[in-house]
Every structure is written in C-alpha cells, then in structure tokens.
C-alpha cells in the first residue's frame, strides 16, 4: 500500500491527524515522543529489522489498550499462522490483496467509529471541500464522464447519492496509474462500507455504477466486506442474495430465543462474520442470549456490540471445553456447596510417602549432585500473577529488590539462579542445553513483567516469546523464557451458573481470575508438554513469585524424584500443628480411590477429628510438629505423566467455588463468585503413590514475603511469622551464613534477635554469593576455608573461580570478578566501618521522597566503608602474604603491595561507594579515588588532573590498583591518541 495513499484516505474519512512512520524502530519513537494522543497504530507486516508482529508485541507491552491494525499477505507461506500471532495481541489484520472497505471498517471498528465514512460526506456535501477534494472531483468527472447525470435521474436517491458521491471524489486521482478498474474498486470498496452498515438505501446506486462502468465480460462488479466469492467480488446479483442471506440469519437468531434488538443487528448487517454468529450460538446453548437483550439498535454502539462478542470468544477459547463446559462445570461445583457436600467424603487421611531433608549432611550433599546432572533436562515454570499493593510496592512482585546490597529483584535473582545451574550441569554432562523457564502473568502484570525483561536484557536469558502460538512451540520457534498471560472467566450470580454484565459497562461481562491453576490449561493449550518430551526434558519445577531462597530446595528435590519415582514431588517444610498453612496428605477411600494432595489447614483440623484423631491437628509427640509437611506451592513433575494427565484433562485439575451467600437457604449471593483452581490440584489427578514430598529446613528453602509492615504486625500478635520483606531478606541471609559455617567459617548462623518496627526477625552476617559462585554445599565448601566474619560485617561475592581462605572478615567486602579471570585470596583481614541497616524514622516510613523497596522493609541500608576487590581483566591472581599477585601458566606477570588495603576510608560519594575500592585507584570508571588519612579525594582521569595529582605530597600512602585493565585500554582515560599512548610506552 502507498504510504501517502493511506495517509490521504484515513485524513478524510477518519478525520484523523496521521503520521507517517519510515520504519518499526521509528514508530516506536513516535510513540514515546507522542505519548497518550496517537488513537490508533495502521502497519505492514513486513518491515526491515522488525516484522509488524515484533514490532505489536513491543508496542503491546509498552501501550496494552491501544488499538492496532495491520495489512500483510502471504508471510511466506504462513498466512494462517501470522493470523494467530495477531489474534494473541488482540491486533485486527486485513488480508493482501484488499479493498478499501476491508480498511474502513477494521479502521472504523478499532476506532470505535462505524459511521466515519458517513461523516466525512456530510463535511463535503454542506460545502467544506478542500481544494484538493475539489481537484479530485474534475478528475473522477472526466474520468467516468457522465455517470452523474446517470444518478441525478434517481431523483429519490438523490440527497444519498450526492452525499456518497462527495465522499468517494477524493479517490479519484489519488495514483497516476489508476485506471476504470482501479476507479471501479475504489467506489466499490466505498459502497461496500455503507452497505455492510446499512445497505438498502445504496443498492440501486450500487447497480448504477455496476452498469455505468467500463468493463470486460470476465470482470466481476462491485465488492462487499465479506463477499461468498473466493476473491471477495460481488455482482449486483450476488449483493442481492447477501441480503437475502442476512434475513434468513436473522430468522435463525430469532428462533433461537434472541430479542428483536440482536435480530435486527443481523439483519442491517452490523453483525456479518461467521465467528460471531457461531458465538451467539453457543450464547443461546448456554442460555445466555438475555445478556444481549439491551442492546441499541443498529448504527448505536456497533463497536462496543462487536468488542462485546469478540469478549465472549476469547472467554470461549480461554478455558477447556469452552463456556458450555466452564458453565456445567460451574453448576455442578454451586449444587454441591449448595447441598454442603463434604468433598473428602469416605476419605481418611493418612501421612505420605516422603524423604526428610532437613539436616544438610552426606545423603543431602549426594542428593544436590545428583540432581546437579539432571538439571539441564528440566523445565521451570513461575506463575507470577501478582503485583505488590499488599507489600507496599507500587509494580510487579516479581520486580522487588529482594536484598539491599546487590538491589537485585527477585526475578533476576532466578533467572540468574537457573542460568548457573544450567551451565554447571551442561558442564557435567558435556552439553549445551537451555533450560526452558515460562512465566504466566495476568493482566496487572503482563506489560510490567515484559518491560523489566526486555529492559534487562532478559537478565542474560537467550530471548523471549511472548503468549506463543501452538504452531511456534511445535516449531520449537520459541525462546528461552516464555511468557503466558492468564484469561479470566465469566462471574456468576445464582445456583444456575449465570453469568452477569459488567456494572461499569454493559457491553462487557464481568470476569475474575481463574487462579494459578490455570498455567497448566495454558501449556497444554500452546503444546509446551509436547515440545519438552520431543527435546528429552524429564522433569518441570513449578515456584511463585517472592521466595527468594527456593533454589535451594530445586536440586536435592529433583534428586528425590528421581530415586523415588515420583510423578509429583511437593517440596515441604515441617509444619507447626494448626499453622494456617495447606498440608500435604494422603486420601485413601474404601471404593479404592487413593490421593496424596494439598489440604488446607482450615480442613484439615475438622477432617481429623472425624477420622483418625479426635484431637484433631496436634503435634507428633516425637517431633514436635504435624506428622503433614506445610505446601509451599513449589513441586516437581515428571514430564511423561504429565504430558498424559493434560492430554485427559486439557489442564483442568480440581475446580472449586467459594460463593458468599446472602440467605439461609443457599441461594442468593452476596456477590458474584467464580469456579477457581490451583497449580497444586493437578496432584488429584495422580494415584497417591505417585504423589510424595521431600521435606526440608524450613527457612532453608521457604521464607515467602506477603505482608506490608502493618499487616505483618497483625500477624505477629497473633502469634505467627511476619512473612515480611525484613524477614525475607534476612531469613536469605541466614541461608549463606549456614553454608559458610559448613565450610568450617567461624560465624554466627542464627544472628542476633532483632525488632524494626515491631517486627522481629534474625539479624547478623549479611553475605550473599552469585549463582555461578556456587550451586552446590560441596561446591562452597570447595571454595571457602575457614576464616571468620562477625555478626556486623556484609561478605558478597560475585564471580565464578574465587577462593577464599582464612580470610578474616570485620566490615565490608566486596569481591566481583570478570569471566575468565581466577581468584585466590589466602589470609587477608578486612577491617572498616563497613555497611549496617539503619531504622528508618516514623516520619521517614511515609516519606515518598525515599523509595518504596526501602520503606517497605523499614530500614535503610547504610554504607561507610568498604573494601572491593573487581578484577576485570581475565588471567590468574592471588592476594597473598601482604600481596596482589598476577601470574599467568606459572610465570610472574606483576605483583602489587596490598596494605592500601587496610585503608578505614570514609566514603562521601555514596553514589560511587560500591564500586569504587577503598585506598586504590580504579581503573575502569572515570574518576580516581584514594583514601587518605579517613578522608576521600575524588580525580578525574585526565591529563591536567594527573599533573596536578603527580605534584601533591603522598608520602606514606599506599595506592593500590584493584580493577586490572590492560595498559593499552588505560590510553582513554589518559587523553592520550592511540599514537602518542604507543609511543609513550614504547619509549618507557
């Protein structure tokens, strides 16, 4: 399509400003510098660089409402296919080759303007004609000489005539190539609009033009929207028969119970497509039709009615079996509450099979090896759903810094955690896997979650699909993570399932979240299940959004799903008895039926005393816990089983309704409910053998932040775990303290009791190391020997081949290495103020000035001193006996003093204080800074500041040189050219 062409056409029937793209990359900048007026986005599919599906997806997450339309033909053979990628971004797209109708009304439709057309001939035809219309007008006159005269004879048309007539001149001379034909299809793409949208009045002027133009014998006539013809072409008497065809619709719909109002949409050709006839007809199965009883009549919200319908589709197609089966569903689940039915009737519980992990010794440390081999033939899914109002954070939970001195959010965390673990097992067995990790967002998270990825670069993940079609999964054309947005379903309102209007808008029907059991439906519908067992993926670990220290429980949990054969293996920890928390349980009934599922607590108490225990949920006399390990809602399947079970079901597992009735009797609700599912009901399907857990230390591997500060309160008075962002963190903490304590590090594991703000947790040691750091016990302890770190000190390492031995750590340090560079640091001290969590004021706690992932934990983190040791340059280094050494295959390269080191420099640049070495120079950022006598000094990397750097008097300071850059990069920050730099040092 000609770029000016469309331009000149959407001006004058939308009325619309437009501007002009040259590319993907250039709409997108249009974009943001137009941001919050562009209404609407008209492109090609194929573009350079970004294909407009690319370029929607982008457009998608950054603008999710706004309206898109797109023009493609055949994609290389994949029509169909594109079809389908547009439809998962709610994109419209018109077909190559096309007429101007086709444009009109997907324009028309997207805008929410079905009249548009319309409008622009009435702005003509009262005397507002540009000149250029004017032009246009002589033009198409001399073209088709005296076909107006033919129209002035309908003297009873003639007001529409002239009104149509106007609207459609502009066209005429729009190419110089446009010839009768091209004139022919311009008018009947025109006429095709008005007669989609009320046809009768326009019929004998549609002959009119049929009969006046010039054409060969083969030619068909005019052209309608939705032609019975395969090129989309309609003869006059074929237009006839399509209204014909309308009737005999409307005489369908009105026999199956819909009102007139709907009737009478069909007939004047508001609704035409076959999708939406099949829609109303499921709509009248399920008896739902009334929900359309208030329409207006044609040419009054025909948008909304066709968004409406397009709803309903979606709701269609978003859950197994489609609406018929979710209503059926429904009333089944609503009698039964009804009735009161006891759903674990005849069923008497007992205590799974499973493994206890919670002392980390031999079989624990084999275990995580084990399960270290297998890693790479995993899977990982995150149902991340959720966004952070409850936590006191405005965004994604997902997007939390999850600690304060590495300011990482949890999804990089994991990301990061599954990327090591990936290349430490490919490493093991001398492959090259990735590992698949999809993440189901809902509609608060979607674009959100998106951005933080694409902003990040994936947190060095190999790309991203977002809600791939079946097609691209069974093409394996996908990337590493893989995005699925969760549907919603319709609310209901009464024991019958019906469903009810949205009170905001009347052409919506209200829906809710089907919960996160939903992520199941969505990978059996795009096929992931198929696609892990074609590339020999066993295993698929499922985890939610804020348990920062989850990973360590992946390993040793896969391990034991492997030894035990388990096709579910819940990962647990011990539970206190009566903890509101599920328990993992095994069902047995006496018809034979035997499950081991999740159980909540608020069950699980009654369930007992009516069974086994007239107690009811007390604890093991012997353990002192509840013989039911506490769901965590993180378990492993294995692939095969699970493959089979969607197969069955499509993914549905274990629906319940929770309605709130407003009488006695059951039967009015307090307000609308909706049937709901959880990721760990797919355990129902399972024979309970098949079902077990591995049980771990409890915040070993599970310390979930859900409370804000006040609602933490409110459950610590009640005598439970705050389960809030100062307990997360500090629980994850706790983790590395206890793994360096297994390295034979002197440390305090547990750490001081601690309150902020009425929430007490374990405060001490705050060391954290990166993933490729370490994965496994054994591998720390390969790593780290010995030494000591005191309760106020912060130890985080961030590398791959580091090690440390009877390092002496009193304050900060921070040590960060490049690939390929590898590390020994034998008995060094550290001694500085260091980094310690400060309370923030009450005043400061509602002060917005300072960030929410601050305000949220209640306190702030202050930084004094440090020491930091970053290395970017690759070789070999030891930090020995007062000394930086580099070596490189046994030879001396250079060997650098270190007491510069034991510098207790205070930091007044805190913008600068994590990477900027205490007593050294830094070679890789633009400034220099030394520490003297407690005070820092602060110069800048060019040559009139080194000479005046060169005349200050030093004596007695030790600089050190930490961050290694090769000399020849040094030239940069020198201002020297690269001739003078090499002269220089060829000359020294």
């Known amino acids: 399509m000609n770029r000016e062409m469309a331009e000149s056409y959407i001006t004058e029937v939308f009325g619309a400003k437009v501007l002009l793209a040259e590319s993907a990359h250039n709409t997108l900048d249009i974009l943001e510098a137009n941001k919050g007026t562009v209404d609407l986005v008209f492109t090609d599919y194929n573009m350079p660089n970004m294909n407009g599906f690319q370029m929607a997806q982008r457009i998608r997450a950054l603008y999710p409402q706004m309206p898109i339309v797109n023009h493609t033909g055949e994609v290389k053979g994949a029509l169909d296919a594109v079809k389908s990628q547009f439809k998962t971004l709610n994109v419209s797209v018109v077909t190559k080759p096309f007429q101007w109708d086709e444009i009109s009304i997907e324009l028309a439709q997207a805008l929410q303007k079905p009249d548009a057309a319309m409008t622009v001939g009435k702005n003509i035809s009262s005397g507002d004609v540009p000149q250029e219309i004017k032009k246009a007008k002589e033009a198409f006159i001399r073209r088709i000489g005296t076909i107006e005269r033919k129209f002035a004879e309908l003297d009873q048309w003639k007001s529409a005539i002239q009104e149509f007539l106007n609207s459609i001149y502009a066209w005429a001379n729009l190419s110089d190539s446009m010839g009768s034909k091209n004139i022919k299809d311009f008018i009947g793409g025109q006429a095709a609009f008005f007669i989609t949208h009320n046809p009768y009045p326009y019929l004998e002027f549609f002959q009119a033009i049929d009969n006046e133009l010039p054409r060969k014998a083969s030619d068909k006539a005019m052209m309608v929207g939705d032609g019975a013809t395969d090129d989309g072409l309609l003869t006059p008497v074929l237009a006839a028969e399509k209204r014909k065809q309308l009737e005999a619709k409307a005489d369908e719909f009105r026999r199956i119970g819909f009102s007139d109002v709907v009737v009478n949409n069909i007939e004047k050709g508001i609704i035409t497509k076959e999708e939406h ?265 499922f985890f939610q959004d804020t348990n920062g220290v989850v990973f360590n429980a992946v390993l040793a949990g896969l391990a034991n799903s492997i030894r035990s054969k388990f096709g579910l293996n819940f990962l647990t920890v011990p539970r206190e008895a009566g903890e509101k928390t599920g328990a993992i349980t095994r069902m047995k009934n006496m018809d034979g039926r035997d499950q081991t599922i999740n159980v909540e607590y608020n069950e699980l108490g009654p369930l007992l005393k009516a069974t086994v225990n007239p107690a009811g949920d007390v604890a093991d006399p012997k353990t002192g816990k509840s013989p039911y390990p506490a769901n965590l809602n993180v378990f492993i399947v294995e692939n095969q089983g699970y493959h089979q079970k969607l197969n069955e079901t499509g993914g549905i597992f274990g629906e319940f309704i929770n309605p709130k009735y407003a009488d006695d009797a059951k039967t009015k609700f307090k307000s609308p409910a909706r049937s709901e599912t959880m990721m760990q009901d797919y355990a129902k399907a399972l024979p309970g053998v098949l079902v077990g857990f591995t049980n771990f230390e409890k915040r070993d591997v599970f310390s979930p932040v859900k409370n804000d500060i006040t609602g933490a309160l409110g459950v610590v008075k009640n005598g439970n775990y705050p389960d809030s962002m100062a307990t997360g963190e500090s629980d994850y903490y706790a983790t590395y303290r206890r793994r360096l304590a297994l390295a034979g590090v002197h440390i305090n594991v547990k750490g001081d009791s601690r309150v902020v703000h009425g929430i007490p947790f374990n405060d001490g040691a705050k060391v954290m190391y990166s993933p490729e750091f370490a994965g496994t016990i054994d591998e720390v302890k390969s790593k780290i020997k010995r030494g000591s770190i005191s309760d106020r000190s912060v130890l985080l390492i961030e590398g791959k081949d580091i090690k440390l031995s009877d390092v002496k750590i009193d304050g900060t340090l921070i040590i960060r290495t490049a690939p390929g560079v590898e590390l020994d640091i034998n008995g060094l001290e550290v001694n500085n103020a260091g980094w310690q969590f400060e309370d923030l004021t009450p005043e400061q706690l509602t002060d917005v000035s300072i960030p929410q992932a601050i305000r949220m934990r209640g306190y702030r983190l202050e930084k004094k001193a440090q020491m930091v040791i970053d290395i970017e340059e690759p070789g070999e280094y030891t930090i020995n006996e007062g000394y930086l050494v580099e070596t490189r295959s046994g030879n001396l390269i250079r060997k650098i003093p270190v007491e510069g080191l034991k510098i207790d420099a205070t930091m007044a640049d805190k913008a600068v204080i994590a990477k900027t070495p205490e007593g050294g120079i830094d070679l890789n950022s633009k400034n220099m800074v030394m520490g003297i006598n407690g005070e820092t000094i602060n110069i800048k990397f060019d040559a009139a500041m080194l000479s005046q750097f060169s005349r200050g008097d030093f004596s007695g300071v030790h600089p050190v040189i930490l961050n290694i850059t090769p000399i020849f990069n040094i030239r940069p920050l020198l201002g020297l050219k690269e001739e003078e730099n090499e002269g220089r040092l060829a000359k020294a």
């Open 277 to 541: 006839f099949n829609i109303l007809r499921t709509i009248s199965k399920i008896g739902e039709q009334g929900k359309l009883a208030k329409w207006p009549g044609p040419g009054v919200d025909d948008a909304k009615k066709l968004a409406m319908l397009d709803q309903i589709i979606q709701l269609d197609q978003g859950y197994a079996g489609g609406l018929k089966q979710y209503k059926a569903n429904t009333k089944k689940l609503l009698k039964d509450s009804q009735a009161g039915k006891n759903p674990f009737e005849g069923f008497t519980p007992e205590v799974p099979e499973g493994t206890q992990l919670t002392e980390i010794n031999d079989r624990y440390k084999q275990m995580e090896e084990e399960g270290l081999m297998a890693f790479n033939k995993t899977a990982g899914v995150l149902v991340a759903g959720g966004v952070g109002d409850r936590l006191g954070y405005k965004g994604i939970k997902v997007g939390i810094p999850f600690d304060l001195i590495t300011m990482k959010s949890y999804l990089q965390h994991y990301i990061e955690s599954m990327l090591a673990l990936q290349e430490k097992s490919n490493s093991l067995n001398h492959e090259a896997r990735k590992v698949p990790l999809v993440i189901m967002t809902s509609d608060d998270t979607h674009a959100l979650t998106i951005n933080l990825l694409e902003e990040n670069k994936y947190f060095g993940a190999d790309g991203l699909s977002i809600n791939p079609t079946r097609e691209d999964v069974m093409n394996n054309n996908i990337k590493q993570i893989v995005i699925l947005k969760q549907g919603m379903v319709p609310a209901v309102v009464d024991n019958d399932g019906t469903f009810v209007l949205d009170e905001a808008d009347p052409f919506k029907l209200q829906v809710k979240p089907h919960g996160h059991g939903d992520i199941h439906m969505l990978i059996k519908q795009v096929g992931l299940d198929e696609l892990w067992l074609k590339q020999g993926r066993t295993y698929t670990f």
